[in-house]
């Protein structure tokens, strides 16, 4: 079983809001995991505990229709993993959207 660690930073080179974060998040002295999630997709389990860590998993679906259940969202996100709302960041108790990016700041 997987376990993501707390302080994963999921990153889209991509987004030019995760590049942005990335910036911080490299030159902070805090041991962040780093992940780019377009080089390695996240599996099913990581997804399961995606969806579980955030308050309103739809929410991690970009471009999202609003009516998608868990079983879907998982699907969408495995077969294009850029679907993925961006930057994120796991703590231990939550999953936080770091839009707008500022959000970030209190984990640097």
């Keep these: 079983m997987t376990k993501i660690r ?8 991509n987004c030019s809001k995760s590049r942005a ?6 030159t902070s002295k805090k041991p962040f995991t780093i992940r780019n999630f377009i080089e390695s997709p996240l599996t099913e389990q990581e997804l399961i505990e995606l969806l579980i860590l955030h308050h309103n998993p739809i929410a991690l679906l970009r471009e999202a ?12 996100l495995l077969s294009d993993p850029a679907r993925l709302q961006r930057p994120l960041l796991t703590t ?16 640097l």
């Design 65 to 76: 229709k609003g009516d998608e259940d868990h079983g879907t969202i998982i699907q969408e």
């Design 21 to 26: 974060c990335l910036s911080q998040v490299a």
């Design 6 to 13: 707390p302080f994963t930073f999921f990153h889209n080179p």
């Design 92 to 107: 231990k108790t939550e999953l936080i959207i770091l839009r707008p990016d500022h959000l970030l700041t209190p984990y």
